[in-house]
């Protein structure tokens, strides 16, 4: 599939990876639909994307919830057509220890919330989006793709058993979709992404970025640009379906 003149949707696209990936497209000539919760920032998002000469468009829309989900996409397509591709990026994270204990006390539990909070937007909201997006694909009978990005946390990390738990369900719903969706031509893959250098790290105390890098085989956080760019080697890639690409400099947790 091509990038330039066809419609995709980013959601998290205010910010860190998802504005990221937005912005790459909209240089490779992608009509955009830019979606988050957070309208200010998106709106920064846009500017920079209307910028490269992209038709791109914000929506504020909650992820998890399922009537923002389907109000937003039906007005995706009366604003750019037919959504070739969906990039599923959207996360937050809460993380927390299951049970915490401190001088042989427990201390804290991680909360039904700090869990709820997790899967709610990062499976549920995975789930939520790539439903409608495959609705309207098969609708308009053009086929199309849908990247979720999943983590290395998906393996298992310790304080994210939220976390770990929703981007193992992506990378499980990923391997699904590919199946059921291929008779459509609708691919379906995944990105787990190491350590990158998005605000949040950046931000850190030098002594913990230092930690940080010095535990990836190649030293050094992965840049933003670097995962948009495997977002347009999947999207141009129409044999590859299916699988999770794991970004991470060599990174095992």
Known sequence: ????????????????????????????????ALLDVNAERLDLTLEAC?????????????????TSVRRCF???EEHLGPIAGLVNNAGILRDAMLVK???????DRMSLEQWQQVIDINL???????????????????GGVIINISSISRAGHA???????AKAGVAALTTTWASELARYKIRSAAIAPGVFET???????????????????????????????AIGFIIENDYYSGRILELDGGLRL
Request: charged fraction near 25%; aromatic fraction near 4%; include cysteine.
């Open 1 to 32: 599939m091509q990038i330039k003149n066809n419609t995709f949707v980013v959601t998290g696209a205010a910010q860190g990876l998802g504005q990221a990936i937005a912005v790459s497209l909209a240089r490779h000539g992608a009509k955009l």
């Open 124 to 142: 549920t909201g995975v789930f939520l989006c790539g439903r409608e997006a495959a609705t309207s694909m098969i609708r308009n009978d053009r």
């Open 199 to 229: 605000e949040m790290v950046a931000s850190l105390k030098p002594e913990a970025h230092e930690r940080i890098t010095s535990s990836v085989p190649l030293k050094r956080t992965g840049e933003v640009e670097e995962l948009a760019h």
């Open 50 to 66: 209307k910028s490269e000469g992209s038709d791109s468009y914000a929506f504020t829309c909650d992820v998890s919830d399922e």
């Open 101 to 107: 204990v401190k001088d042989d006390e427990i201390v």
């Open 159 to 165: 304080g994210q058993s939220n976390y770990a738990a």
């Open 74 to 76: 039906a007005s995706i």
